[in-house]
């Protein structure tokens, strides 16, 4: 927590951490061979509580993946949309709930009351998420898609 005043710095080192960490996340949930990253839906065991993986685009460098993860009806489903770099091993962050434009900086309070760091902080977000479905999941089937935590 930063002292009321300071101005926000951003930190690329901490970031690009991240995005390396969701990439091994995302490539464990996938598929162990970046050419063939397949769709796959992960259960945490409660009742319409699941995250979906869907490979949108495909291609030998980059892939195109929407993740959705369905939450209680009362607070509604998440979703993002993530650009993965087979070739940099890293993840970018395009959209969050339909959000796509992000600056590099907000000041605070402003129209859409974001938060300094709020592409870092659904960054981060994401790869909790990730690290919660590697750690709570396992395949079934060879060939299944599905993973049930």
């Known amino acids: 927590m930063r002292p009321l005043g300071q101005r926000y710095q951003f930190d690329l080192l901490e970031y690009l951490n991240q995005c390396d960490l969701n990439y091994v996340y995302l490539f464990q ?63 970018d962050l395009m959209s969050f709930q339909g959000e796509r434009e992000y600056d590099p900086r907000y000041t605070y309070p402003n129209t859409r009351m974001r938060s300094p760091d709020e592409k870092t902080q659904n960054t981060r977000f994401l790869g909790e998420i990730l690290k919660l479905c590697v750690s709570k999941g396992r395949k079934f089937a060879k060939q299944s898609s599905t993973l049930t935590c």
């Open 29 to 91: 949930l996938l598929c162990r061979d970046t050419s063939a990253f397949k769709s796959t839906v992960v259960s945490l065991g409660a009742v319409n509580e699941e995250t979906t993986f869907e490979v949108i685009d495909n291609t030998r460098y980059t892939s195109t993946v929407k993740i959705t993860r369905k939450m209680p009806s009362r607070v509604g489903d998440l979703e993002f949309t993530v650009r993965v770099f087979h070739d940099l091993q890293c993840t």
